[in-house]
Nanobody, 122 residues
C-alpha cells in the first residue's frame, strides 16, 4: 500500500508560480510511474502530467505543456510539479497518483493522495 501526501498548494496571482510536492511512504516508490491530476468544481478529474519510474519519460496535457514541469527524486520518494505562468483556469484540487501500469491512463493509477488546493486569482 502506497501512501501519498501532497503539499505546496495555495493562492497565487495569475502569472505566478507554485511547486507542488508529493511524498510517498513506499520504499519501492522508484518502481512506480507517477502522475498529477486535477479536479475543478463541477468538473471531472483530468490528467495534468506523468513521469516514468526512472524519470526518463514525461507526458503533459496540452493545456499545461510549456508551463508545468514534472520531476521526481527517487532518493527522497518525492515527485514534484513545478507550475509557472499560472492562469485562473488552473484553479483546482491537484492530486498525485502512483501506478505500476501505464502512466497514460487514469484508470491505471492504483494509489491516490488526498489532494492540495491551488487557487489562481485574476
Amino acid at each position: 500500500q502506497v501512501q501519498l501526501v501532497e503539499s505546496g498548494g495555495g493562492l497565487v496571482q495569475a502569472g505566478g508560480s507554485l511547486r507542488l510536492s508529493c511524498a510517498a511512504s513506499e520504499r519501492t516508490f522508484s518502481t512506480y510511474a507517477m502522475g498529477w491530476f486535477r479536479q475543478a468544481p463541477g468538473k471531472e478529474r483530468e490528467f495534468v502530467a506523468a513521469i516514468s519510474w526512472s524519470g526518463g519519460s514525461t507526458y503533459y496535457a496540452d493545456s499545461v505543456k510549456g508551463r508545468f514541469t514534472i520531476s521526481r527524486d527517487n532518493a527522497k520518494n518525492t515527485v514534484y510539479l513545478q507550475m509557472s505562468s499560472l492562469k485562473p483556469e488552473d484553479t483546482a484540487v491537484y492530486y498525485c497518483a502512483a501506478t505500476s501500469g501505464s502512466m497514460y491512463y487514469l484508470y491505471e493509477y492504483d494509489y491516490w493522495g488526498q489532494g492540495t488546493q491551488v487557487t489562481v486569482s485574476s
